[in-house]
Structures are given as structure tokens and as C-alpha cells.
DNA sequence: GGGTGTGAAGCCGTTCACAGCA
DNA sequence: TGCTGTGAACGGCTTCACACCC
């Protein structure tokens, strides 16, 4: 798919994208060969026609009477939001939030892997969590350019986010995901996003207090 | 603050208040009594304006010369965000990702505790993970009833999802937070907010690659 | 000058409405 | 009839531009 395209997908596009695939994926599993876009909106809880602009955006058409084919569309979902050959990616934390993140994402995805998890802790260094190597942060710089890891998962107490960061940009780390409470600071030239999951707790709350 | 003011505050400025009441805190721990717009926007990544904006939405006004006072703004945050009389959250799926957000929370907010924990692993009922106590998933209605529980998070395998959902939503619970990678379906009266960190990393690691 | 507060404009994503097709 | 594909309208959030103030 052309280049020029693809760059100009918005990111919420990319991510029902994702979440798309993985619906799709669920369907292929249950025998399915093709689905509507409004089976696929109620799935994602969004309208038919955002799928289908959502499609178009990528130049994806469908059938008319059977709808869209499932394995075409995942292989077209895949040429546009996977690497060609594939990505590493690192945990900066193996506390409990970044054991779970390893052993949720332990083989879920042929072309994204978790392959390296740094921390300080003693006890934790040179064992394996959830299959993924734990080595001491000391030792990032030189295990990101072996591993040729390039996106990176901050999962470490929010005091020490901004200094692991810091070390993970100098390592050349060129994405970054932040799960810690703390917001940090990135050259423009590292792709950086950041969740809370007080924030969406308190969101949810919030609605909940509001009725 | 007026209720129909409230009703009205949109969902992104909600979020945003809740990260603003987070740097605050630091900030106040710090020893900082005043903060400008544009230093709340550096740490959030955000422009002054839009600062500014959210502020104007609820009511709030700083003062020329030092910018805004931390701790009165923290307290009007407070007023809108947090239920008066608090409120109260059940984690369903005491596996490491259930594990980990109630380490997360304990302690954090007054107003929104974590008070109990659902699971079906025998070994772990009757114990007490992070401080919250662990019951069998078959008496989610009854101790949902007894602490007036009125909010859970979702964090059981994705093919738990759904039928976990159903049985919050029967035992009353009118907001949800699902962290599986399956969305369900809620009434309308239920508030639900789904979050998927494998779409996130797909995410960056789209981005990533596309420099 | 460097802040705040805000009407007006701009932008971007979503939804409407409908043509086209099997 | 019931779906897809899409130009046009809509709406809500963000940014511009500027008045005002110390």
C-alpha cells in the first residue's frame, strides 16, 4: 500500500484498526469467512458507517452481498500497522504491572514481541518472567542495541519515570508507552504515548457520580 | 458548583482535570503554592490555552501575578471529580494485572478505594492481595450489596470478559472499566470505558516504524 | 512584558443522506 | 431490500487573536 496513504491514516483510525483485527481474528477462529460492517460497529460499539469510512481510508472494498472478507481484511490490517519484520519491544519495570503486560503479551503477536525486561531489584535480575529475560537498567543501552529494540514500556513507580526515560531515549529507543503515573518528556522524534489508569478510573467515577 | 455546569464538562476536559489534580499534588509536595497555565500545559503536554480553557469550564480564576493557587484549585478539582461521600471499586480477575492495579491504588485517593477482589482460583480466596480481600466470584452479588459497590474493573481473560460483564451489571454495578482485550455489552445505563494495551503498543509500534 | 480570560475561527473526526449495486 | 461507498453537513474540541490587567 502506498506510502503517502498510510501516513495520512488519523491515529484513532489506527487504533480501531487494531481493534478491529482483533475482533476479525476472534471471527476467523469461530469459522466465519466474511462479516458486515454493522456486526463488526456492535462488536467495537461504534456505527457501521465508521467502519466503512474507516475501510475506505485504507482502500479496503467490500462485497456487496456477503459483506467483507475477514482473512483479506486482516492480511490488509496487518500490511499497514505491522513491520515488515517485526518489532522488540522492552519493560522498563518487572514489578507486578510489568510482569502482568509480559505475560498478557507472551505470544499474542508474531511481528511485536516482548523481549527484554530491565529493573533494579536483585532478586529479579537474570531470571525470566512470563518468558522475557530480566537484566539490571544498567545494562539497557547495551541490550537494546543488541536486541534491536526500538519501542519501550514504562511500567517502573512514578518517581522514577522521567529518569528511566531519559535513559531510554538515550539508548535510542524510539517509541515509547507510559504507564506510570507520571507524564514524561521525549524529543520530538520519539513517539510518546501515555495512559493513566487512575485517570479512567476517576472518569469512570465521575459518570457514575453523574448517573 | 452547579450541577447543570458539571453535566456539561466534556469527557476530555474530565480526564484532563484529572491529570491536572495529579501534577498539582506533586507540585504542592514540592512546596509550590502557585502554578502559570503554561507550566501545568509543559507537563502535560498540552498548550496553555487549553489549560486555560478547562479552567474557564469550571469556574475557576487565577491570579494575574502568580498564575493559580495549587491548593485551591486542587480542592475545586475535588468538587467536581470526586463524589462527596466516596466511592467504592471491585477488581474482577485477581491474576498479575488484578494484582497489580490494586498495588497501584492502595492508598492513592480518598475518595475511590479498591475494597474487594473477585476471583475463582480457590487458592486465592479468603486471602488479601494489596490489601484487598479476595472472595469467590459466585458471591460478587451479595458483597457488592454489602460494600455498596457501585464500580469494577475488568481484568479476567478476554474469553471471561463477557460473561464477567454480565454478572457485574446484574449485581448493580453501574460503571465499568475492562482492561481484557474483549468488549462487552453494557445496558445503557452503565458507563463503561474499554482500554486495550495491546492496541496501544500497536499503536506506537505503528508509528515507530512509520518514523 | 508576561500573565489571564474569552469570542471567534479553524480543524478534524463523525454522522447524515443518498446514490449505486446485487 | 439491504448492503457498500462517499460527498456534504455537522459538532465538538482546540487554537487564534486580542482585550485586559499588574
Known amino acids: 500500500m502506498d506510502q503517502d496513504i498510510i501516513k495520512k491514516i488519523p491515529h484513532?483510525?489506527?487504533?480501531?484498526?487494531?481493534?478491529?483485527?482483533?475482533?476479525?481474528?476472534?471471527?476467523?477462529?469461530q469459522g466465519k469467512t466474511h462479516i458486515f460492517s454493522h456486526e463488526v460497529?456492535?462488536?467495537?460499539?461504534?456505527?457501521?458507517?465508521?467502519v466503512r469510512r474507516d475501510l475506505m481510508l485504507i482502500g479496503y472494498s467490500g462485497n456487496l452481498r456477503r459483506g467483507y472478507n475477514i482473512k483479506d481484511l486482516i492480511a490488509?490490517?496487518?500490511?499497514?500497522?505491522?513491520?515488515?519484520?517485526?518489532?522488540?519491544v522492552a519493560v522498563f519495570g518487572m514489578g507486578n504491572f510489568g510482569r502482568a503486560i509480559s505475560?498478557?503479551?507472551?505470544?499474542?503477536?508474531?511481528?511485536?514481541?516482548?523481549?527484554?525486561?530491565?529493573?533494579?531489584?536483585?532478586q529479579k535480575i537474570g531470571t525470566s518472567i512470563a518468558g522475557v529475560p530480566v537484566y539490571h537498567i544498567d545494562r539497557a543501552c547495551e541490550i537494546i542495541s543488541k536486541e534491536k529494540i526500538k519501542i519501550g514500556i514504562i511500567t517502573v513507580p512514578g518517581n522514577q519515570a522521567v529518569e528511566t526515560?531519559?535513559?531510554?531515549?538515550?539508548?535510542g529507543i524510539k517509541g515509547i508507552l507510559n504507564y506510570s503515573?507520571?507524564?514524561?518528556?521525549?524529543?520530538?522524534?520519539?513517539?510518546?504515548?501515555?495512559?493513566?489508569m487512575i485517570t479512567s478510573l476517576e472518569k469512570v467515577a465521575f459518570y457514575v457520580k453523574e448517573h
Chains 1, 2 share one sequence.
Open 103 to 122: 505475560a498478557y503479551f507472551e505470544g499474542r503477536r508474531e511481528r511485536l514481541s516482548i523481549v527484554a525486561g530491565f529493573d533494579v531489584n536483585p
Open 181 to 196: 503515573p507520571s507524564p514524561v518528556k521525549v524529543p520530538e522524534d520519539v513517539f510518546l504515548e501515555e495512559y493513566d
Open 41 to 50: 460497529a456492535e462488536i467495537q460499539h461504534i456505527t457501521a458507517v465508521q
Open 165 to 171: 526515560a531519559k535513559i531510554m531515549v538515550d539508548c
Open 12 to 29: 484513532k483510525t489506527i487504533e480501531r484498526l487494531s481493534q478491529y483485527r482483533r475482533a476479525l481474528l476472534i471471527c476467523l477462529s
Open 76 to 88: 490488509l490490517i496487518g500490511t499497514i500497522i505491522d513491520s515488515q519484520d517485526g518489532q522488540r
